[in-house]
């Protein structure tokens, strides 16, 4: 009964990550956007997507360890880990390099490192539905 429960409250906890996402790509970031001047806009996304990657990692750890606790090391298992991981890279690596190359005004540079950024973003959603399946 206990390994049920832990598996339906895992299941609750990647839902909410892969909601976080959703309500994040697809109201946040244009919303901000569109109602805010750039100057502003810019600022709100610098303060605003670290609590995003920090929130969804801590809960994509949580999801690690409750799998680790059932000793389950199944494909969701690495899935939910790549997830975790990718959380790690885009708020400790990719974020900061965004910030500086557009302080720095490498706009190329800019652009290249933010697209990367969406695509970990859209591949940890693919990854996500594939463990919800």
């Not at 991981?85 to 885009?90: G, K, N, Q, T």
Request: charged share 15%.
């Amino acid at each position: 009964m206990l390994i049920t429960i832990i598996n339906q409250f895992s299941i609750y906890l990647i839902s909410m990550i892969l909601g976080i996402m959703l309500f994040f790509s697809f109201v946040i970031a244009p919303v901000t956007f569109t109602a805010l001047n750039e100057e502003n806009a810019r600022k709100f996304i610098r303060k605003i997507f670290p609590y995003y990657y920090t929130v969804n990692l801590t809960i994509s750890v949580l999801v690690v360890i409750l799998f680790l606790i059932q000793k389950i090391f199944s494909l969701d298992f690495y899935l939910i880990l790549s997830v975790a991981v990718l959380f790690a890279v885009s708020n400790f690596v990719l974020m900061p390099m965004i910030n500086k190359f557009r302080d720095e005004k490498q706009d190329k540079k800019f652009k290249q490192s933010h697209f990367v950024s969406v695509v970990i973003n859209f591949v940890q959603m693919i990854l996500l539905v594939i463990v919800l399946i």
